[in-house]
């Protein structure tokens, strides 16, 4: 029997807007109101690293996203939405990235509608067409970087980002439509995953259990950063993180969802074991905060002020 990890004291909740974004001029909770220009306010960029949270220790994790996948697995309430929306929150202060938003259960990202370049639900149609649209416009943006002798996007390209998240990816690779629509779908974001890290293309994939019934293992191993909340046990574990971290004292099988929510195990940046850590906490005023600049920074309407004056 698995026995549950007991976390410190220390690895506690932190807040995540004043963190990533104290250092843009401009824009602090004292500072910053919808009605202020866009030229005030100095963007991230998706070169910059993406703030988690913290770990054991107190240290701050980050994670570079570019010419990489990321997949999030865990069980129901571990904190795999709140996860995504830290990459979300990040992308949201990037004037360089475009949003498409796979929302499955149609009810985890419509804090960041407004920013999405396109929102896709439950319409396995729907998302057929936008992975084709996707595959598209990557074959385009390869096509520049040969014209122009780069292998990839580089900070001088100007190509900018495109970050694709696909929430309750198992939703759409085996429950909605039939099964040659999920399989069209599962081969062309297999596409996306395969050729789009080059070209600027960014796809972040989050599911509870994404075994080889449910999410083809010929994607799922395409992404080459992983991250495990909560899981039911080792062998669910292992499916995120990769055969064998479990017998190597890293499962996420361990942690206990009581009091827990959002403590994962990260195995990325080139780590060769997976780093224990607490995702930063985004309450919905903190998203509407960030939409809020992030509408700022690409011109369009702010967000009206909710009532008493919160942005």
Excluded at 29 to 55: E, F, M, N
Aim: glycine residues 10%; hydrophobic residues 45%.
């Amino acid at each position: 029997m698995t026995t549950a990890l007991r976390l410190p004291a220390t690895l506690r909740r932190l807040h995540l807007p004043g963190r990533l974004t104290a250092r843009i001029p401009g824009v602090g909770a004292d500072t910053w109101t919808p009605t202020d220009p866009a030229d005030a306010v100095r963007p991230l960029t998706l070169w910059d690293p993406i703030y988690l949270g913290s770990d054991l220790y107190g240290d701050p994790v980050h994670l570079n996203l570019v010419w990489r996948m990321l997949i999030v697995g865990g069980l129901p309430d571990a904190g795999k939405s709140n996860g995504v929306n830290q990459v979300l929150a990040h992308a949201a202060l990037c004037r360089d990235v475009a949003l498409w938003l796979f929302d499955g259960k149609e009810n985890e990202l419509t804090s960041w509608t407004l920013l999405a370049d396109r929102l896709i639900g439950h319409d396995i149609e729907d998302s057929l067409d936008a992975v084709a649209t996707l595959q598209s416009l990557l074959d385009g943006r390869l096509a520049e970087l040969k014209a122009a002798g780069l292998e990839k996007v580089t900070p001088d390209s100007g190509q900018g980002f495109v970050l694709v998240v696909v929430d309750e990816l198992a939703l759409y690779t085996s429950v909605y439509g039939e099964p040659a629509q999920q399989k069209r779908f599962s081969a062309g974001l297999r596409d996306l995953v395969a050729r789009g890290r080059a070209a600027g293309l960014i796809v972040v994939a989050a599911t509870q259990r994404p075994s080889s019934d449910i999410v083809p293992t010929s994607l799922r191993d395409l992404f080459a950063y992983r991250w495990a909340l909560a899981c039911a046990n080792d062998a669910s574990s292992d499916l995120v993180l990769g055969h064998g971290c479990a017998n190597s004292g890293y499962s996420a099988a361990t942690i206990d969802l009581d009091g827990h929510a959002g403590v994962g195990y990260l195995l990325a940046e080139n780590r060769r074991t997976p780093r224990l850590f607490r995702a930063a906490y985004l309450a919905r005023d903190d998203i509407r905060y960030l939409v809020s600049v992030g509408l700022t920074l690409r011109g369009r309407p702010a967000l009206q002020p909710l009532a008493g004056g919160a942005p």
